[in-house]
């Protein structure tokens, strides 16, 4: 049984992809939206805390020590996000080979 619930043979589908190749497409897809899905979360929370902790007094216009803050604050918050993702994925690709030698 495949993972799409078929036979696991290599008989190509209706669009010319095995089963293993469309899966793999499946699972690029998935990765691309996540990313997607992840940088997006990135800029909310880039926004909202760093316009919380720079902005005091909401104008229409920045102030040199506004625009400073929120330089440095963006900095911080992507070095922060990076360190933790790459911990994250180094985690993940140690424990994945764990799971596949206990099967």
């Known amino acids: 049984m495949s993972f799409f619930g078929g036979s696991s043979s ?7 992809l095995s089963p ?3 899966k793999q497409q499946i699972m690029q897809q998935v990765r691309a939206e996540l990313a997607l899905a992840n940088a997006q979360e990135l800029i909310n929370k ?3 805390n760093c316009f919380t902790k720079c902005i005091t007094k909401p104008s229409t216009k920045l102030d040199s020590s506004e625009e400073t803050c929120l330089a440095k604050c ?3 918050y992507m070095d922060a996000w990076n360190i933790v993702s790459r911990a994250y994925v180094t985690r993940i690709q140690r424990e994945v080979p764990n799971e ?4």
């Open 100 to 103: 596949m030698t206990g099967l």
């Open 46 to 48: 880039i926004g909202d």
């Open 74 to 76: 963006m900095d911080r």
């Open 20 to 22: 293993e190749q469309r």
């Open 10 to 16: 290599s008989s190509a589908d209706a669009s010319g």
